[in-house]
């Protein structure tokens, strides 16, 4: 496609770059000389310093190549035992589509550090139900236990040992706690580097006006806070990708900052979260009001029905919308997040989420007096009385 629209394509990998002359050096010995430079080195996974870890049998997943890897791993060996450590999204998905494409075949162990699967999307009472599913379905989840070490034979893993002195017997370690920016490159040519990836200003040019970044490598803005974050998910990447561009054609148009929305899709359940966590938002210094509200995918007297969850964290002194959080076994509702973070960046307040009227239809949806979003404000509305002694 790209090579359709004609633009040169060229598989290489760069190993230098020449700031005061512009050059760009490959491995291959390929020179390029620019105007303007654009990297998106991405991130690379990160392996704790755990004893044990070089031994095979370890995988995280980043690329295509990591995919084939571990699909070669669960298919050539005679793997029973797969232990997963973390439970964010990826390590989630993965585990469940091993035992969904291979059921009853496996023996899946996940473990979590902190109280819960998923805890940067979900807050515990929201992960409850959650945990409960995916046990239901056959996953082992072991919560607040933390990894010591890896053990192995003739330099395959056979177990790993948690920090209790308890083992649990794996063929197939598959890690996924984090990942680390690429900034190498950056670092060489003395970028300026953020705490968390190259910096970069809102309109995604770095130290050197004529090199800019974006992505993974480079440090976000948090939309709520003002303050640095990561801010590694693909759609951020996708939109100062298509800024840059934009900005190399003239326009000048900002990036927002982040709010970390994503998603996860584990058996028939669907999870989306956006904004802070009611535990993040007090790490960051917020007083919460926050609300759950159990819903419907259509109309209660429809065929087909099936439930979701909705909670809606807001900042108790501007009463604006920080956070939401969805569970759903239905796919649909579940992009109801998308509009959760346009009210977070519209700063609409809970005031304002009472008089939000969503398109409804019998099928597609609740009732129109039972739109979640509003009854979560309806809700807030309430808890917020005794506190601010106004009349509703």
């Not at 075949?105 to 473990?111: E, L, M, P, S």
């Not at 395959?156 to 990942?179: N, P, Q």
């Not at 759950?292 to 259509?298: F, P, T």
């Not at 809606?312 to 569970?327: A, E, H, T, Y």
Request: glycine share 10%; aromatic share 6%.
């Amino acid at each position: 496609m790209l090579e359709g629209m004609g633009i040169k394509v060229i598989k290489d990998e760069v190993i230098k770059i020449d700031r005061q002359n512009k050059k760009v050096l490959t491995v291959q010995n390929n020179n390029f000389g620019y105007d303007k430079l654009y990297l998106a080195t991405g991130s690379r996974a990160f392996i704790p310093p755990i004893p044990g870890k070089d031994l095979k049998g370890i995988v995280t997943l980043r690329g295509l190549q990591d995919a084939e890897a571990i699909k070669k791993l669960l298919t050539q060996r005679q793997s029973r035992n797969i232990v997963f450590i973390g439970a964010g999204f990826i390590s989630m998905e993965i585990a469940c589509l091993v035992a969904e494409t291979n059921p009853n075949h496996f023996n899946i162990t996940i473990i979590e550090l902190m109280d819960r699967p998923l805890p940067l999307m979900l807050d515990k009472d929201m992960a409850a139900g959650v945990r409960e599913y995916l046990e239901d379905k056959g996953l082992t989840i072991r919560t607040g236990e933390k990894v010591s070490r890896i053990l192995g034979t003739e330099g395959s893993v056979r177990s790993i040992e948690l920090e209790s002195g308890e083992t649990i017997e794996a063929d197939v370690v598959f890690m996924s706690v984090g990942v680390r920016p690429n900034t190498q490159l950056a670092q060489d040519i003395d970028l300026e580097m953020g705490e968390f990836g190259i910096k970069v200003n809102k309109y995604q040019e770095t130290s050197d006006p004529d090199i800019m970044a974006g992505g993974d490598c480079v440090e976000k803005i948090n939309f709520i806070t003002g303050k640095p974050t990561p801010g590694q998910l693909r759609g951020p990447a996708v939109v100062q990708g298509r800024l840059v561009a934009k900005r190399l054609a003239g326009y000048d148009i900002a990036f927002p900052g982040v709010l970390d929305s994503g998603g996860c899709k584990m058996f028939d359940m669907t999870i989306t979260a956006t904004g802070f966590t009611e535990e993040k938002a007090a790490k960051e210094g917020f007083e919460t009001v926050s609300a759950v509200v159990d819903s419907r995918s259509k109309h209660g007297m429809i065929p087909g029905m099936k439930p979701w969850k909705l909670k809606l964290v807001f900042d108790k002194k501007s009463q604006k919308l920080i956070g939401g959080q969805i569970v759903s076994h239905a796919v649909a509702p579940a992009r109801e997040i998308d509009a959760v973070s346009a009210f977070i960046l519209g700063g609409k307040t809970i005031s304002d989420l009472t008089t939000f009227a969503s398109a409804c239809n019998p099928d597609i949806s609740s009732e129109p007096s039972a739109e979640p979003i509003t009854i979560a404000a309806e809700q807030a509305l309430q808890k917020l009385r005794p506190a601010t002694g106004k009349r509703a």
